[in-house]
Every structure is written in C-alpha cells, then in structure tokens.
C-alpha cells in the first residue's frame, strides 16, 4: 500500500516521540512490503514562533492532501501560564480538527498485564480492563460562542450540538459496539443540561437501529467515579466534547501512565492520530519520554487503512517492550533505556518478530544500554 503522511511534531516532546512512532512505521514497510512517503509541517508553539500562527496555511493544506497525519504533541509554558494571550498553540490542533472535520476521538483503555502493578488502583479492580471511548471533536463547549463583558467580570461559553453531529458519532460508536462486546454507554448530565437531554434522545433513537446492542446511560459525576471503581463494567462509551476530554485523562491512570494511550480523531474523509499526553516540555531533549502511545497510535493509523497484520505486528512489539521491561523511567525508576533506544527496540522486533533481542546488562548498569 501507498500512503502520504503528513508529520507534525509539535511541541516539547513531540518530536522525539513521533520519530519512533516513524521508525515503527518504516519497520512495517520494510517488513509487510508497502510504501509510506513523510512530509513534516509546523504546528503550535513552534509554529507561532516561526509563521506567528499555530496552524499556518501551509500545514494545513498538507494535511488536506495526506492520507493521514501524525501528531506529536502541542502546548507551551509560556501560553499556559499567561491568562491574556491571545494567540495559543493549542489553537492550531482546534482549528486543525475542524479544517479536516474529526468529528470523532477514538481512544482505548486497555491494562498491559506486564504493566498492571503501576497502576495506583487494585490490581483486582483493573484486571482485564478493556473499553473505548468515542468522543464528540468538533462541537460542543469548545466550539462554542464565547463572550465576555467589558469589564472582563462576566464570561460565557455556548454548549451547543445538532442532531446531525451526534448521530455521526454515534453510529460509529454503535458499530464498534457491535465488533466489540455489544455494549454503549452514553455518558451524559441529562438531569442539569439541555444539549445532553438531546443526545439522549438521539442516541436511544439511533439504538433501535442496533438491536443486539445494550444501551445504558451514566451521568458524566457518576461515570467518573465507575470508570475508578469498576472500569471492566464498560465497553464503549460515547460522549460529548469536553466530558470525553476529561474522562480519557482519567482513563489514563488505569494504565498506570499517560504514555501510554493512544488515539485516533477521524473524519468522512481525513484522519489524525496521537499520544492523548501533552508536550511535557520538562523532559524535552532528556530522552526520557515514553514513546509507547506514539507508536500504538501508528498502530491505530495502519489499522484505519485495513493494514491489520500490520497493526498487529507493531502492538505485539511494543508487548515484548514492555515484557522485558525495555521501557523509559516512568514505568520503570530504575531503566536506563531513553526514547530512541525504546523505538529502536520495538521497530526491531516488527522487522525480526522471532529473534530474541539479547540486552547488554554491563552497558546497561552504566546506562550505555545496547541492544544486540
């Protein structure tokens, strides 16, 4: 297969972490026999610095002419911490999913075993733990009209959603439903907002259309705390904009760390994919930054394009990274891997799934790791 990715690194650790999510994508092209052509454009801090806008005209017409993108990360102290600008990075990853029509966030949940003791819940409680949750993208809060007084004492953010832009979302939820465990949850505050009562509705309507589909509905407090006390009750869940956004974070503790989840954000016709971590500017240039959600979004991108050997292929290396414990200091204090030794290992194992990589524990005491 022949496929344009567009490549933007993005911020903090974005650069580093999307090379070896490249390296495992030129691995599988090397081993499966396809053809996969790069091009890296600006965005975010970087790109206000450079172009003084966070998405520049001619990222965005790049990203229209690729097959896919492939994000790194986005944001800056610098913005975070100054309340009156203007200009922001994260504008550019908002206008982006809009420019291309993501309507829907994909991002699985799924405990590593060899991973499950660096999760700060019991071990019993996360066990087997395997859901999705498809999230609204490009409506919502935060996209939104937003209002504030003269004063600047009073402000104001429009939540608003069509019947159009949850019924698109919500069919694809149901079909995953249907490939999956044959269960949605729509997480909503139905009993407080009237855009979720509509949701509601749309969505029961939509599910009579998915017989074999159980549909049941958890207010976005209540969800909160289940997917803490029982996360294996759920299967899909579906959900509006900004609730998703905050659920998937929390999702991210079940893991253990934020390194390690990936996502998708599709449209009719475009698709991005992405660790869900941010830039983590305090670990740029360490070589400290776990580079696993990079990559399993690779795997996410070649799965989007029916390459599902492929897909495989990759997430069973980073199984075997994980098994041996070739991993950065966040799910191991006591690794002396970096980021590229990481990657190194995992595309290694794509292109040689059989052989058994031999470490060279001398090396890696004096933290000179090699892989042999």
């Known amino acids: 297969m022949n496929l344009k990715i567009a490549l933007l690194p993005g911020d903090g650790i974005g650069p580093e972490v999307l090379e070896q999510a490249v390296k495992c994508l030129q691995a599988v092209e090397e081993t499966f026999n396809h053809n996969f052509t790069y091009k890296e454009a600006l965005v975010g801090a970087i790109a206000i610095e450079k172009k003084r806008n966070p998405l520049p005209n001619t990222t965005l017409e790049l990203c229209k002419e690729a097959d896919a993108v492939l994000f790194g990360a986005i944001g800056d102290p610098k913005y975070d911490n100054d309340p009156e600008a203007k200009i922001r990075p994260e504008q550019g990853l908002l206008r982006l999913r809009k420019e291309l029509e993501l309507f829907a966030n994909i991002r699985p949940v799924k405990i590593f075993p060899s991973l499950i003791h660096n999760s700060p819940l019991k071990k019993d409680i996360i066990s087997k733990t395997d859901f999705i949750i498809y999230r609204e993208l490009t409506g919502g809060i935060y996209f939104g009209e937003k209002k504030i007084n003269a004063e600047g004492t009073v402000a104001s953010d429009l939540c608003e959603y069509s019947e159009k832009e949850i019924s698109r979302i919500a069919h694809l939820a149901f079909k995953a439903a249907k490939n999956r465990r044959n269960k949605l949850t729509l997480v909503d505050k139905a009993n407080v907002l009237e855009s979720s009562r509509l949701w509601r509705k749309v969505v029961t309507k939509i599910g009579e259309s998915y017989p074999e589909v159980v549909l049941d509905f958890l207010f976005v407090d209540n969800a909160a705390m289940q997917i803490i006390l029982n996360p294996r009750q759920f299967d899909v869940i579906l959900t509006e904009n900004m609730f998703g956004d905050i659920i998937s974070d929390e999702g991210s503790v079940i893991g253990g760390s934020i390194g390690l989840l990936a996502?998708?954000?599709?449209?009719?016709?475009?698709?991005?994919?992405?660790?869900?971590?941010?830039?983590?500017?305090?670990?740029?240039?360490?070589?400290?930054?776990?580079?696993?959600?990079?990559?399993?979004s690779a795997a996410m991108l070649l799965e989007h394009f029916g390459l599902f050997e492929e897909a495989m292929a990759v997430r069973e290396a980073v199984d075997k990274s994980l098994e041996k414990s070739v991993v950065t200091p966040d799910l191991n204090a006591k690794s002396q891997y970096g980021t590229g030794q990481v990657g190194d290992f995992i595309a290694h194992n794509i292109v040689d799934s059989e052989d058994d990589i031999n470490m060279n524990d001398e090396n890696i005491g004096l933290g000179k790791s090699t892989i042999i």
């Open 263 to 296: 996502s998708a954000s599709v449209g009719d016709e475009n698709a991005l994919f992405e660790p869900i971590h941010g830039s983590y500017p305090q670990a740029k240039g360490k070589d400290i930054a776990n580079p696993i959600a990079s990559i399993l």
